[in-house]
T-cell receptor
Framework: GAGVSQSPSNKVTEKGKDVELRCDPI?????LYWYRQSLGQGLEFLIY????????KSGLPSDRFSAERTGGSVSTLTIQRTQQEDSAVYLC?????????????FGPGTRLTVT | TQLLEQSPQFLSIQEGENLTVYCNSS?????LQWYRQEPGEGPVLLVT?????EVKKLKRLTFQFGDARKDSSLHITAAQPGDTGLYLC???????????FGTGTRLKVLA
């Protein structure tokens, strides 16, 4: 079956513009995570969904960031009034609970560049 | 704030050598995962360890979870160029579904 897909793969935007990043998870995976990765470093947790609800939004860097998930499937991460420090790779992972932990399957990411 | 420190940050070795990567924290985790990431791709899960003291082997890779579930190690025997990549550990916070990722170890294996 298909893995996690993300679109666009690359996005260049001007400072101050809004951007929307999309994640299509693996069918049947109830959990979905968004992370941010700067320049080949570790991943920074942004938000987690269980179904359509987000019990943990603690990682969103500011109120310019928001995310939603509809139908327990597709999720979108929106960044308003983008800033240069928002430049990073945004990764989405869908997840299923097995043997006491969540196995996360990552998409290829969206590389966001804010000029 | 929970942190996972990985060491070393960078490692460049010759094919055939052994190596160990460490993942340390002062926090307890419900489980710990190791991922490998290649350029332009998302991380790929290698293993999950759940029980303190647990050891798992995956071909030439051996993973250990510390007795207190605060730290972990990844040992690679006879490294090969195909092992090159960014290795990430990730701990599941107790009582949540949140994963804290380590700072990463970039491994390069030279032929």
């Amino acid at each position: 079956g298909a893995g996690v897909s993300q679109s666009p793969s690359n996005k260049v935007t001007e400072k101050g513009k809004d951007v929307e990043l999309r994640c299509d998870p693996i069918s049947g995976h109830t959990a979905l995570y968004w992370y941010r990765q700067s320049l080949g470093q570790g991943l920074e947790f942004l938000i987690y969904f269980q179904g359509n609800s987000a019990p943990d939004k603690s990682g969103l860097p500011s109120d310019r960031f928001s995310a939603e998930r509809t139908g327990g499937s597709v999720s979108t991460l929106t960044i308003q009034r983008t800033q240069q420090e928002d430049s990073a790779v945004y990764l989405c992972a869908s997840s299923i609970r097995t043997s006491g932990s969540y196995e996360q399957y990552f998409g290829p990411g969206t590389r966001l560049t804010v000029t | 704030t929970q942190l996972l420190e990985q060491s070393p940050q960078f490692l460049s070795i010759q094919e055939g050598e052994n190596l160990t990567v460490y993942c340390n924290s002062s926090s307890v985790f419900s489980s710990l995962q190791w991922y490998r990431q290649e350029p332009g791709e998302g991380p790929v899960l290698l293993v999950t360890v759940v029980t303190g003291g647990e050891v798992k082997k995956l071909k030439r890779l051996t993973f250990q979870f510390g007795d207190a579930r605060k730290d972990s190690s990844l040992h690679i025997t006879a490294a090969q160029p195909g092992d090159t990549g960014l290795y990430l550990c990730a701990g599941e916070s107790v009582g949540t579904y949140k994963y804290i990722f380590g700072t990463g170890t970039r491994l390069k294996v030279l032929a």
